[in-house]
């Protein structure tokens, strides 16, 4: 136990529905992460949020829409996916600012997401 | 962040130490290193970290060279739950520093 819950841990949605993956934690951290594991790939970072506020995006495509209520949820929301993007999706939380180089980040256990 | 080198896989038998070597020789003076492992179909783990000297604690020991380009991951006694990849991750700051960028890792596997 991480202290990062991620829901749900398996999905199987069509490609026309609409899901929303939702990660939670209450270590006080302010920096959360969604990445996503292909098979036999390494992980990628999607987005991440300082104090709820995106600062990266690495060209996600619009089809994935993340939203930070506050620092201790994020969610990702999914709208007409494709095959292809069936993978591992991983939440992680990390402490704000300069603290972050000398502190561990924690991991969900991800939501195993299968697009049929 | 700067890149990290490491083996594709790498052996072991159990009860024996492993030692899991990561080269970063374009490594800066701030940037941290962390290692992270995988346990098959979990999200990543939080092993250890260090900046210039060596580290222990219950899970594993960091050593770093003292050019600080290269550092080692020691498991002392390897078992069949330390079969895992294994990340060597720099951290440090500017721009896009927020992230833990992942590489390949090693595949570590325990042999009975």
């Known amino acids: 136990e991480t202290g990062v819950t991620q829901t749900p841990r398996h999905l199987v949605m069509g490609m026309t529905n609409k899901k929303s993956l939702k990660c939670e934690q209450h270590?006080?951290?302010?920096?959360m992460y969604w990445y996503k594991q292909s098979a036999k790939k390494p992980l990628e970072l999607m987005f991440v949020?300082?104090?709820?506020?995106?600062?990266e995006n690495n060209s996600v495509p619009s089809r994935f829409s993340p939203e930070c209520p506050n620092s201790s949820h994020l969610f990702l929301h999914l709208h007409t996916l494709q095959p292809e993007d069936s993978a591992l999706y991983l939440c992680?939380?990390?402490?704000?600012?300069?603290?972050?180089?000398?502190?561990?980040?924690?991991f969900g256990q991800g939501t195993r997401l299968t697009v049929v | 962040d700067a890149k990290t080198t490491q083996p594709n896989s790498m052996e072991s038998n159990e009860e024996e130490p492993v030692h899991l070597p990561c080269n970063h020789s374009?490594?800066?003076?701030?940037?941290?290193i962390h290692w992270y492992r995988q346990l098959p179909s979990q999200g990543p783990e939080y092993v250890i970290h260090?900046?210039?000297s060596n580290v222990n604690n219950r899970m594993a020991s960091l050593a770093i060279a003292e050019d600080r380009k290269s550092s080692t991951l020691i498991l002392h006694r390897a078992t069949l739950r330390d079969a895992a990849v294994y990340y060597c991750?720099?951290?440090?700051?500017?721009?896009?520093?927020?992230?833990?960028?992942f590489g390949k890792g090693t595949k570590l596997s325990v042999i009975p």
């Open positions: 270590l006080g951290h302010n920096a």
């Open positions: 260090g900046l210039t």
């Open positions: 949020y300082n104090f709820k506020e995106q600062t």
């Open positions: 992680a939380s990390s402490p704000p600012g300069q603290l972050y180089m000398n502190t561990e980040a924690f």
């Open positions: 991750i720099l951290r440090g700051p500017g721009a896009g520093s927020y992230q833990l960028t």
């Open positions: 374009t490594i800066s003076g701030t940037d941290y």
